[in-house]
């Protein structure tokens, strides 16, 4: 009896996992929820749920949910990882750091919550902390793009435009559709006068979504 509740657990949980990758949100949250209704504290559900409300900026329920994950596994980085991008979204920055770097303690090899400890720091404005933070992700995993691309930010706060744009088309290299590093580098075009390429990179992150709201925003105010 027990092991058939397990195994319909499990395949409701794969099936929220699945329509969760295809973006298939309600449908995902909906299967989430039903799983948690009888087994409250099944960790999957807990972690992938905050994930999913995160995704959709329902960012307080995703704090909920991460802090419950981690009561009940403390020892796995990610949810100590995510909470921080949660924390940052709220705007409770040192929060955001603590939990970062409480992934790092767990987690010294794992690129992200350095890449993101980054980004926090940058809004902190300790921009040498932050750009020693990015650094340390590339250096333990050269191909996460989202090192170069908060690198990328932080130069382009600092003014320094030819470091931020080469860490914006290193980025492109390593993952030529991720359509926020076109969008942003199009910005820095735009700063330089340079409008022709600007919509160029531009019209390229449209192509890999149409519905990016700041592309298309950034795109029809190059062409005034």
């Known amino acids: 009896m027990n092991e058939k509740k ?3 657990t499990e395949e409701t949980f794969a099936s929220a996992l699945k329509n969760h990758q295809d973006d298939n949100l ?3 949250q909906n299967l989430y929820e039903k799983i948690l209704n009888t087994n409250p504290d099944h960790f999957g559900s807990i972690f992938y749920l905050g994930a999913l409300f995160a995704k959709i900026s329902n960012f307080q329920e995703a704090k909920k949910l ?3 994950a981690i009561e009940i596994q403390p020892k796995f980085s990610p949810a100590h990882t995510n909470l921080g991008s949660v924390f940052q979204k709220l705007g409770e920055l040192q929060q955001a750091v603590n939990c970062c770097k409480k992934a790092i303690e767990i987690a010294p090899m794992n690129p992200i919550p350095h890449a993101n400890l980054g980004a926090i720091l940058k809004d902190l404005g300790e921009f040498e902390k932050a750009i020693t933070c990015c650094k340390k992700a590339i250096e333990i995993a050269p191909s996460y793009t989202s090192s170069y691309h908060n690198l990328a930010l932080i130069f382009q706060e600092l003014s320094e435009i030819q470091k931020a744009i080469d ?3 290193k980025t492109i290299q390593i993952d030529p559709n ?4 076109y969008n942003n580098l199009g910005n820095v075009y735009k700063s330089l006068r340079r409008n022709e390429k600007a919509i160029q990179v531009f019209k390229k992150a449209l192509e890999f979504n149409p519905k990016h709201a700041n592309a298309n925003h950034n795109l029809a105010n ?3």
Request: charged fraction near 30%; hydrophobic fraction near 25%; include cysteine.
């Open 6 to 8: 397990n195994l319909t």
């Open 167 to 169: 860490c914006y088309e």
């Open 222 to 224: 190059t062409y005034k």
């Open 26 to 28: 309600e449908v995902a």
């Open 178 to 181: 991720y359509a926020d590093t």
């Open 66 to 68: 991460f802090k419950k």
